[in-house]
């Protein structure tokens, strides 16, 4: 079965300095891995995707994140967090099945970004 | 484009009612999904719909039920409501069922009291 585990409930940071959400993967096969995120009372918006190409995927908003196999990791990454960025993270692994898809989702990471 | 709508943004309901929560996709879209999100909790897959019939069901009781029409919309339906119930339902469309990039509406607030 497909999972993943956001290793991280909340993480703190300081406005210009750099951001790491971590998670790690389990998967049968070759997996589809993403980044959602979710700011208050707004729907989830996807910041980037991994679908087996290149394992530095780039995202919207300055985020990226690396495929690490010999890991199973999916670590977020940002260089310089803003004000913007505080909300709540998903890392999100497809499940394939017979007939249809399921997204699954970690606990999520709430990014909590200070002046 | 409108992107995913959901309706209603709200509903409180009592326990042992039934409720109905609706879903339009994205224009271009054919695959509907629905997830339950508790409060501090990631989305939780319930299932999805493809050519008018559930494809794939996630862990949920029989409770559960939903509906795709014609022209790809979809009704999420559940049945003897319960207090743990209450959530966020999160609607979610794509295309031809792979999923790859899931466009999510803003959700339906629903809480049982």
């Known amino acids: 079965a497909q999972s993943v585990t956001q290793l991280d409930s909340h993480v703190s940071v300081s406005e210009g300095t750099p951001v790491l959400l971590r998670c790690n993967y389990s998967?049968?096969?070759?997996?589809?891995l993403f980044w959602y995120v979710q700011h208050p009372n707004k729907g989830l918006q996807l910041l980037l995707k991994y679908t087996s190409a290149a394992t530095l995927v780039k995202g919207i908003n300055g985020f990226e994140a690396e495929f690490k196999k010999s890991e199973t990791s999916f670590h977020l990454t940002k260089p310089s967090a803003h004000m913007s960025d505080a909300a709540e993270y998903f890392c999100?692994?497809?499940?394939?099945?017979?007939?249809?898809?399921?997204?699954?989702f970690g606990k999520g990471t709430t990014l909590s970004v200070s002046s | 484009d409108a992107g995913v709508t959901q309706s209603p943004t709200h509903l409180i309901k009592t326990r042992g009612q039934q409720v109905t929560l609706r879903c339009s996709p994205k224009?271009?879209?054919?695959?509907v999904s629905w997830y339950q999100q508790a409060l501090g909790q990631g989305p939780q897959f319930i299932f999805q719909?493809?050519?008018?019939?559930?494809?794939q069901r996630g862990n949920f009781p029989d409770r559960f039920s939903g509906h795709q029409f014609p022209n790809y919309s979809s009704e999420l339906n559940v049945n003897a409501l319960l207090l743990g119930d209450s959530a966020l339902y999160l609607c979610a469309s794509c295309f031809n069922r792979v999923c790859t990039e899931a466009f999510f509406g803003q959700g339906t607030r629903l809480t049982v009291v």
């Open positions: 998967s049968s096969y070759s997996p589809s």
């Open positions: 224009s271009g879209h054919d695959t």
């Open positions: 999100v692994v497809s499940d394939r099945g017979q007939a249809g898809t399921a997204l699954i």
């Open positions: 719909y493809y050519e008018e019939e559930e494809r």
